[in-house]
């Protein structure tokens, strides 16, 4: 019934925009869009609960942004530096930045983010911070408990807030100084917002945006009526739709399956099972990794609308490039199992070793068909080593409490060396989403906390990549192994013929908004 009422109401919507544009005649230079991205938060648009950390905050700004190469440069600071011992990191702040009420955005404004944001136990990771403090109006101190040398890649996806105007109802009508302002939110319908005239930087070409929180049906809905400039899609809606083109974006969106480390019998902090017979022998671990064709899955559940990966962070620059593997290496993966014991005993097509049978449940959140698609298909080509792989779909309740013994097809994806730190480090194991697979290694360990205390970026990219692999270990496929990476899947959008999206970024986990992270670059093409 709710989708069938979000379609109808596409028709309505576009009687609207239809009488707004009005004819040919009398038509003036487009300055609206009308966007169907998905993407509408339950929380609101609040960057102290996580809102913005994937894409672009919208209506804040940032201190830090990446440019069009994915290298981190100023935005709302000037400029930034660490102290020698890596524990104090002074932004300075631009004297031209205001609300979109008029105040002034101040150092205190960045300092009450930050501790707001760490108070607030969001899904940004500030447990190393200790206390950020304005110095003066233009000068902010974030004191650490801890070196970071990822802390630039929070200040890029981390948007301030006006202390002076924050409540516990601030995401429900944010203030903020970034390039649009919040006009209208219709919950479970569409936002509004509006340019922001004060803002200090590059003005977008659009005065008006409506975002339409639509699910892919009725997103296509809209295109193929012709009533929406961008709308996101999936690989089994792509379709030639005249006064469209399909935009294909890169992603470090992963797909990935994790294959806990340990054997059962042991629980986690809060009190959870950890472990799994099968995937704790990293042959079994190995001859999934190695012996499955990605392609194929790729070709098959995302209709080859994505590439194959070897790891969450592909092509970024932390990700070393020795990690990459061949794969589907059947017949290789079929003699490594077998010297290694796992013997189809009672000719049922399943290897049984010392009374384990190769066989375990591979769980998805039940309500998505390409996580479904990836799992099946994986079950499929496991079958062929004599692995039995058992899919499932599960809320997400009943995910979180499983996942530590259970192979689980898990989405990640982040433009910050954070997200394999928090897959893989020891001290992390088992504690909430972090370390799921339960992996303990002390030369990764070391690797990482080389990184984090670096002072140099070169410095810290070193130690990230040797963490993946030193020649002899790591947490890659050629090491540890406890995640079998399927692929990055492409971001598709429709949008319209004559709009120009600029030049779009590595997108990351999140399909929808991250493609107006750069609405600052676009335009009309003709």
Same mark, same amino acid.
């Given at each position: 019934?709710?989708?069938?009422?979000?379609?109808?109401? /596409?028709?309505?919507?576009?009687?609207?925009?239809?009488?707004?544009?009005?004819?040919?005649? @009398?038509?003036?230079?487009?300055?609206?869009? @009308?966007?169907?991205?998905?993407?509408?938060?339950?929380?609101?648009?609040?960057?102290?609960?996580?809102?913005?950390?994937?894409?672009?905050? $919208?209506?804040?700004?940032?201190?830090?942004?990446?440019?069009?190469?994915?290298?981190? /440069?100023? %935005?709302?600071?000037?400029?930034?530096?660490?102290?020698?011992?890596?524990?104090?990191?002074?932004?300075?702040?631009?004297?031209?930045?205001?609300?979109?009420?008029?105040?002034?955005?101040?150092?205190?404004?960045?300092?009450?983010?930050?501790?707001?944001?760490?108070?607030?136990?969001?899904?940004?990771?500030?447990?190393?911070?200790?206390?950020?403090?304005?110095?003066?109006?233009?000068? /902010?101190?974030?004191?650490?408990?801890?070196?970071?040398?990822?802390?630039?890649?929070? *200040?890029?996806?981390?948007?301030?807030?006006?202390?002076?105007?924050?409540?516990? &109802?601030?995401?429900?009508?944010?203030?903020?100084?970034?390039?649009?302002?919040?006009?209208?939110?219709?919950?479970?319908?569409?936002?509004?917002?509006?340019?922001?005239?004060?803002?200090?930087?590059?003005?977008?070409?659009?005065?008006?945006?409506?975002?339409?929180?639509?699910?892919?049906?009725?997103?296509?809905?809209? /295109?193929?009526?012709?009533? =929406?400039?961008?709308?996101?899609?999936?690989?089994?809606?792509?379709?030639?739709?005249?006064?469209?083109?399909?935009?294909?974006?890169?992603?470090?969106? &992963?797909?990935?399956?994790?294959?806990?480390?340990?054997?059962?019998?042991?629980?986690?902090?809060?009190?959870?099972?950890?472990?799994?017979?099968? @995937?704790?022998?990293?042959?079994?671990?190995?001859?999934?990794?190695?012996?499955?064709?990605?392609?194929?899955?790729?070709?098959?559940?995302?209709?080859?609308?994505?590439?194959?990966?070897?790891?969450?962070?592909?092509?970024?620059?932390?990700?070393?490039?020795?990690?990459?593997?061949?794969?589907?290496?059947?017949?290789?993966?079929?003699?490594?199992?077998?010297?290694?014991?796992?013997?189809?005993?009672?000719?049922?097509?399943?290897?049984?070793?010392?009374?384990?049978?190769?066989?375990?449940?591979?769980?998805?959140?039940?309500?998505?068909?390409?996580?479904?698609?990836?799992?099946?298909?994986?079950?499929?080509?496991?079958?062929?080593?004599?692995?039995?792989?058992?899919?499932?779909?599960?809320?997400?309740?009943?995910?979180?409490?499983?996942?530590?013994?259970?192979?689980?097809?898990?989405?990640?994806?982040?433009?910050?060396?954070?997200?394999?730190?928090? $897959?893989?480090?020891?001290?992390?194991?088992?504690?909430?989403?972090?370390?799921?697979?339960?992996? =303990?290694?002390?030369?990764?360990?070391?690797?990482?906390?080389?990184?984090?205390?670096?002072?140099?970026?070169?410095? *810290?990219?070193?130690?990230?990549?040797?963490?993946?692999?030193?020649?002899?270990?790591?947490?890659?496929?050629?090491? %540890?192994?406890?995640?079998?990476?399927?692929?990055?899947?492409?971001?598709?959008?429709?949008?319209?013929?004559?709009?120009?999206?600029?030049?779009?970024?590595?997108?990351?986990?999140?399909?929808?908004?991250?493609?107006?992270?750069?609405?600052?670059?676009?335009?009309?093409? &003709?």
């Amino acid at each position: 019934m709710k989708k069938m009422l979000m379609i109808a109401a /596409v028709g309505m919507i576009a009687a609207a925009l239809l009488y707004a544009r009005g004819s040919k005649e @009398t038509q003036k230079p487009q300055t609206t869009l @009308t966007l169907a991205i998905g993407g509408e938060p339950d929380e609101g648009f609040d960057p102290c609960t996580g809102w913005g950390r994937y894409g672009s905050p $919208l209506f804040q700004s940032t201190l830090l942004e990446f440019d069009k190469d994915m290298r981190i /440069v100023p %935005d709302l600071a000037t400029d930034y530096s660490v102290s020698p011992d890596g524990l104090r990191w002074t932004f300075h702040i631009r004297e031209d930045a205001q609300f979109t009420d008029g105040k002034p955005v101040s150092a205190a404004d960045v300092a009450f983010t930050f501790n707001t944001t760490k108070e607030s136990g969001s899904e940004i990771d500030l447990t190393r911070l200790q206390e950020a403090r304005a110095l003066d109006q233009r000068t /902010v101190e974030f004191v650490m408990n801890a070196p970071m040398s990822a802390f630039p890649y929070i *200040a890029v996806s981390l948007g301030i807030v006006p202390q002076h105007a924050y409540s516990p &109802n601030y995401g429900q009508h944010p203030i903020g100084s970034g390039p649009y302002q919040f006009v209208q939110w219709d919950k479970g319908q569409q936002l509004i917002v509006e340019r922001n005239n004060r803002y200090y930087g590059q003005k977008p070409a659009f005065e008006r945006l409506t975002l339409l929180f639509y699910d892919t049906d009725a997103a296509f809905a809209a /295109v193929q009526s012709g009533q =929406v400039d961008v709308a996101m899609t999936i690989p089994s809606l792509v379709r030639d739709i005249q006064g469209y083109k399909v935009l294909r974006c890169i992603s470090v969106d &992963n797909r990935g399956i994790s294959l806990p480390a340990t054997t059962s019998g042991t629980f986690s902090p809060d009190k959870l099972p950890v472990g799994n017979d099968v @995937t704790s022998d990293i042959v079994i671990r190995k001859a999934l990794i190695y012996g499955i064709d990605r392609t194929a899955i790729i070709k098959d559940a995302l209709n080859g609308y994505g590439r194959r990966a070897d790891s969450v962070c592909d092509g970024l620059p932390w990700w070393n490039p020795q990690t990459t593997i061949q794969d589907g290496d059947l017949s290789g993966q079929k003699a490594a199992l077998e010297a290694a014991g796992w013997i189809d005993l009672d000719q049922d097509g399943i290897r049984e070793k010392a009374g384990v049978r190769a066989s375990f449940d591979l769980i998805y959140p039940a309500q998505d068909g390409v996580r479904q698609a990836i799992a099946l298909g994986f079950a499929q080509q496991a079958k062929a080593l004599g692995i039995e792989v058992k899919p499932q779909g599960l809320s997400w309740d009943d995910l979180g409490k499983r996942m530590y013994a259970t192979p689980v097809v898990f989405g990640w994806g982040a433009h910050s060396p954070m997200e394999i730190y928090n $897959l893989y480090y020891g001290r992390r194991a088992t504690t909430g989403y972090d370390n799921i697979t339960n992996m =303990v290694n002390p030369v990764v360990d070391a690797y990482m906390d080389a990184a984090m205390a670096a002072l140099t970026t070169e410095e *810290a990219l070193a130690n990230w990549k040797l963490a993946q692999w030193d020649g002899k270990t790591g947490f890659s496929n050629l090491g %540890d192994a406890t995640w079998c990476w399927i692929a990055d899947i492409d971001h598709l959008y429709y949008v319209r013929e004559g709009l120009d999206t600029g030049n779009q970024r590595i997108h990351p986990h999140g399909h929808g908004f991250p493609i107006i992270s750069n609405i600052k670059e676009w335009k009309l093409s &003709n």
